[in-house]
């Protein structure tokens, strides 16, 4: 029983370590981002904001923001219109090919990027649309499109549809029935889908490496470019707000998980 | 009134043969989209390989005689195996440890683990170049503990490309490990204890064998996962840690487009039997379902 014991305080320091390990990492940006001196310098000789200051006044930062930030945007849109549409196919009943749609729409998250961006990369020369936020959103859209499927769908899977029949007892027509009962019940899980698909197109290098050329350059693809040809601290306060964006829609996709596990608790 | 009370969900269950083509006009939009913008870009690219500059086996018998090639499909292995191995070393007993705890300390735990899993990986890429780089956080502190007189070079090596690689990894052996863990009936292992068998015992052939379909489909994705890598063996790594993913970005950068398509066939090929693999021991929609029943 001791050993037992033993073993079980020697489980939790290990999970604790390897928590640590997984968060150490990502926080040694923000006191990087705060140092005063113009190189990579730990711990840093003293602290300024200069390059924030850097990050929002540099026009090759601010613009490549813009451009990832609006991309993402009307990806999330894009994404989570077809996936949530499409969830719906999936999900309430028999459809022909079913299997194959699956692959299809399972297989951005199993092909390896590269193999997909070149595909996307060749076909996009030859039609002319590398270097525009264009090629960028139809692609984007495609990798993004996946996660709310699968979201959307685990929602759909549990819901109970006897709540439709309800309403429609209740005369509500299919469009009635869709917006004031069934939308609500999934706001949560299309609203998370939304978000995965913002992050995923918002993060997206490989993809864009290809696509965005010479006069698409996102966010992503200007840290990458950065960080293989010359690095200053600019990129630790780029990093520093993207933890912090990371933090703050994961936690809200969380609070809307939670929401919807609540609203499903309830019934 | 009463009519449309009683025909709504009785007209779906007569009418059963109209009802498949609103679902396909549902699924429609996003598959075209996807058919239009994803695979038939990629299944040209792969076509590419057999039919450029004429209709040839070629470029893919090239990858064979080709040396560079074939040792960087081995080092891609290496790495995708070694990563593989230290993931599941580390990450099944995390899994373990939160799968015997509480709901309420759990959750928050699991959230800690799902963080980095959201977080850019650049930006994790960019902490452990800092982390690891010459006058980077490790190296200062070992210099200050006086434990090393010069810095040590460990990025633009092979142990920075494992290590980040684990890093960034992790949490997809973890969260399937511990999610096939969680169904486990808890009355199982105390049965096997009350009959004598010793906590060792209990756990190689009580939780091991049963956890087993989660832990094997966390390790086959880190596996898949690393065969594609590209981000972060480049800017870790050192020259001699060229993975395909990085050899194919080469090539189209020298616009030697057939040899590069070769290149991803191999590629594309290698992922999908390991997926078929998976789909054979374990169900692969289980799989992607992060090892869920």
Known sequence: ?267 | MSEAVLATPLRSARAPGRDWLLRAALVGPLVAWMIAFYALPVVAMLLRSVAEPHWTLDNLLRLGTDGVAMHVFLITFRTAAIVTIATAVIGYPVAFALAQMSRAWANPLLLLILLPFWTSVLVRTYAWMVLLGRSGVLNELLRWLGLIDQPMRILNTSLAVYVAMTHILLPYMILPTYSVLLEIDHTLPRAAAGLGATPFGVLRQVWLPLSMPGAAAGAMLVFVLSLGFFITPALVGGPRDMMVALLIQQQVDLVNWPFASALSAALLLVTLLVLAMVHRLLGLERVLRGGRR
């Open chain 1, 1 to 267: 029983m001791r050993q037992a014991r033993i073993v079980h305080t020697l489980l939790r320091v290990w999970l604790g370590l390897v928590i640590l390990f997984l968060l150490l990492p990502i926080l040694v940006v923000v006191p990087l981002s705060l140092s005063s001196a113009s190189y990579l310098r730990f711990p840093p000789p003293g602290w300024s904001l200069r390059w924030y200051v850097s990050y929002f006044t540099r026009e090759a930062w601010t613009s490549a923001t813009w451009l990832s930030l609006w991309v993402g945007l009307i990806v999330a849109v894009l994404a989570t219109v077809l996936g949530t549409l499409a969830a719906f196919g999936l999900t309430r009943g028999r459809l022909p090919l079913r299997g194959l749609i699956s692959a299809l729409i399972v297989s951005p998250l199993v092909i390896p990027a590269i193999v997909a961006a070149i595909g996307i990369y060749f076909a996009f020369s030859r039609a002319g649309i590398t270097g525009s936020a264009v090629g960028l959103i139809l692609a984007h859209t495609c990798l993004a499109a996946p996660f709310v499927v699968a979201v959307v769908s685990s929602s759909l899977v549990v819901f109970d549809r006897r709540l439709e029949f309800a309403a429609m007892n209740l005369g509500a027509g299919p469009w009635a029935t869709f917006w004031q009962v069934t939308f609500p019940l999934i706001r949560p899980a299309v609203l998370a889908g939304a978000f995965f698909a913002f992050i995923t197109s918002f993060d997206e290098l490989i993809v864009a490496l290809f696509v965005s050329g010479s006069t698409a350059i996102t966010l992503p693809r200007r840290m990458w470019d950065e960080l293989r040809f010359e690095i200053d601290p600019t990129i630790a306060a780029v990093s520093t707000l993207l933890v912090a964006l990371t933090l703050a829609l994961f936690l809200a996709s969380e609070a809307l998980r939670r929401r919807g596990e609540w609203l499903r608790a309830e019934r």
